[in-house]
């Protein structure tokens, strides 16, 4: 028989902290699919919510190591601003990046000319 889930926010992070594989599939459980949904509303694939949401996992797993951190609002609140600012992150970046050319960019129109 399983762990029950944990209750508060802050035995979540405990539990998150010393590695406990049922705090980290809660956390998914109750909050993969408000991001996923919110970051697919906002440009975003599937695979780029499964990126983006373990990069904030991986956020949330540091601030859980520090002994100093306290949260003040629920892990899926703190989960979803983490998950919004690397997003808008990831898209100022790319909007700073030069536009991809592609070899075979323009060969239908060279076709359409013969």
């Not at 993969?32 to 983006?52: F, P």
């Not at 601030?63 to 892990?75: G, H, I």
């Not at 991809?100 to 239908?108: K, R, T």
């Amino acid at each position: 028989m399983g762990q029950s889930p944990t209750t508060t926010e802050q035995d979540i992070l405990a539990a998150l902290a010393a590695g406990q594989r049922t705090a980290t599939e809660q956390i998914y459980r109750q909050n993969y699919h408000i991001i996923s949904g919110w970051l697919v509303k906002n440009g975003g694939t599937a695979n780029d919510a499964a990126d983006l949401f373990q990069e904030a996992m991986v956020v949330l797993f540091g601030k859980a190591q520090d002994e100093e951190f306290r949260l003040t609002c629920s892990v899926g609140t703190y989960l979803f601003a983490i998950s919004k600012h690397l997003w808008y992150k990831k898209l100022q970046k790319q909007s700073r990046e030069p536009v991809a050319l592609y070899d075979n960019m323009g060969s239908e129109e060279k076709k359409k000319k013969k």
